[in-house]
Every structure is written in structure tokens, then in C-alpha cells.
């Protein structure tokens, strides 16, 4: 039996968790895509709580441009967030998506806002 498009993304995303983990010190930068947002968080899997988040929803800027540019936005907005909690160091989870168009714009823009990985 064929699986989902869906089905076949988390499955991806399983096969990237089993290396991928975050701290305090280095939290996971964890990406998500929908059709018409993109969501980011800063996680920190030892005590199981989010550090930071980010998406497309907050400050107007599903406005701005077309989803892309939006998607480097919410990475700039991840970075300046990270700035102000002291995080430099991250790592990157594109959670099964190819790192490619939007989940490689919001890497670009993160990257850009000082943010390591």
C-alpha cells in the first residue's frame, strides 16, 4: 500500500530525530510548513519544553510578499529571538521536508540573523 504524502514526511522526520536533538546550550531549531504558513521553534528535547518561537502569523508578515519571502522573515525572527534569550549555536531540524525553497529560505534568513548551524 502506497503511503500519503503526509505519512511519508513524518516518517522522514522520525529517520532525522533518531540523530537530531537539542540542549539548552544548542537547542533544535524545529520547522514546520503549511500550505499557506511556516512555523519555527527553538526546543530543548532534555527538559521537553520550547524555548523560542517563531511563524509567519505573528507581526503582519503573511502580508509581506510571496510565501517565501515571508519564510526568510520568520527566520530573521527566529535569530533576533534566539539573540535575546543568548543562543547562537542551533541545530536544524527541517522536519522532513527538503531543504529546498521555503525551509531553505527561512535557514538563509536565520543565518543571516546571527543564528549558527
Known sequence: MKLSK???????????RKSVSGTADKPRLCVF???????????????????????SV???ISKDGNRT???????????NK???LNISDVVFDRGGYLYHGRIKSLAEGAREGGLKF
Open 69 to 79: 519571502i515571508q519564510a526568510k522573515k520568520v527566520g530573521e525572527l527566529i535569530a
Open 33 to 55: 510548513r503549511s500550505n499557506s504558513q511556516i512555523y519555527c521553534q527553538l526546543i530543548d528535547d532534555r527538559a521537553g519544553h520550547t524555548v523560542a518561537a517563531a511563524s
Open 82 to 84: 534566539a539573540k535575546g
Open 58 to 60: 505573528e507581526n503582519g
Open 6 to 16: 503526509k505519512q511519508s514526511r513524518q516518517r522522514i522526520h522520525s529517520r532525522i
